[in-house]
């Protein structure tokens, strides 16, 4: 009886023997769980860029054959009404509205609120206002300057005042046309403004802007504005308007590019108005003017890196935008 019980005992030691193994052979021969990617860490937007087609509405993008912008179609239209009741807005009032947030009635240059260059300045971001115009041109001036009642051909006196309010500024960087047609219109010796003779392109503008404004580790805001667009379509010149909606688009696409890898830079595109009523022809695929003035058509407009999903804004929102991400990081 003892015997078997010592063979009961063996076997079923064995037997445990057994199946431990087998038990441990089938856990080695399951697949290893998948590997957990780690989360990407979340970067927050320090860079803001503003770019601004003067003069742009969707049939200047049309006529160049532009149909999106960064693989994108424009995400709506913006509204561009200026304080001043039964006219299309002119650029000063545009630019000051897309800077400030404020409305002001044409033929003026800044207000009494702190444009968004001054506010993205005191996050001490650094910031750039590049355009093809000249510097003190009505747009750039928008973001830069304050001068009151300076019209649409900029009064010498005004531009005087445009000039020094621009030298004042803490910006860091000014990029545009030189004016040779009155030397004494200048900046003197301030690196900060970089002025060039010959038309230089948005394109070629954008790329030194960025490598520049980069430096800074709290980031930059950067106002770029093709500004020919508007000069031809006072002129009635498709050819040339075309020409410089490419340019245009060349610029924010740059911009695109090279944000799109970083995650911390947002991109807003848009225009200050529409000018020259451009009209698609009744008959054919080709385009005609209606005045060769501004006119009060809603302009399209892009975002990007960004989470905006309105497709109706007005020119006040863009400051609205530009501020809560100027002041997020």
């Known amino acids: 009886m003892f015997i ?39 970067v927050a ?16 993008y049309a006529a160049a054959g532009v149909t999106q912008l960064g693989g994108k179609f424009s995400q709506g239209t ?36 702190k444009n968004i260059s001054e506010i993205a300045k005191e996050q001490g971001k650094s910031v750039g206002i590049i355009t093809t115009d000249d510097i003190y041109g009505a747009t750039p001036a928008g973001f830069s300057a304050r001068a ?22 803490s910006i860091d960087l000014f990029m545009g046309r030189k004016d040779t047609d009155h030397p004494d219109l200048n900046y003197g010796t301030d690196e900060r403004f970089q002025t060039f003779v010959d038309p230089k392109p948005l394109r070629q503008m954008i790329e030194p802007a960025l490598e520049e404004l980069v430096k800074n580790p709290k980031g930059f805001f950067l106002m770029a504005e093709g500004a020919r667009v508007d000069w031809y379509s006072h002129g009635n010149d498709l050819s040339g308007a075309k020409a410089e909606v490419i340019d245009f688009k060349n610029a924010v696409e740059y911009a695109y590019d090279w944000a799109k890898t970083r995650h911390d830079t947002a991109i807003i595109v848009t225009s200050d ?14 385009y ?4 060769d003035s ?36």
């Open 288 to 291: 005609h003017w209606t005045v």
């Open 45 to 60: 937007i320090k860079n803001v860029i503003v770019f601004i087609a003067d003069g742009t509405g969707a049939n200047h």
């Open 78 to 113: 913006m509204t561009t009404n200026s304080a001043t009741v039964g006219w299309p807005t002119d650029s000063a009032a545009a630019a000051t509205a897309l800077a400030t947030g404020v409305k002001v009635e044409n033929g003026n240059v800044g207000n009494t609120n």
């Open 148 to 169: 009151s009642n300076v019209g649409e051909t900029l009064g010498r006196y005004r531009v005087d005042e445009i000039i020094r309010t621009q030298k004042e500024s």
């Open 294 to 329: 501004h006119t009060a058509v809603p302009v399209p407009f892009w975002t990007f890196f960004i989470d905006e999903e309105r497709t109706e804004i007005d020119n006040i929102d863009v400051f609205k935008i530009a501020k809560k991400l100027v002041l997020a990081a």
């Open 4 to 42: 078997i019980f010592k063979l009961f005992k063996k076997a079923f030691l064995l037997i445990l023997v057994v199946a431990y193994v087998a038990f441990m052979i089938y856990l080695f021969r399951q697949p290893l769980p998948p590997k957990s990617e780690p989360e990407p860490e979340e």
């Open 273 to 286: 108005h529409e000018t020259g009523g451009l009209t698609p022809d009744e008959v054919g695929n080709g």
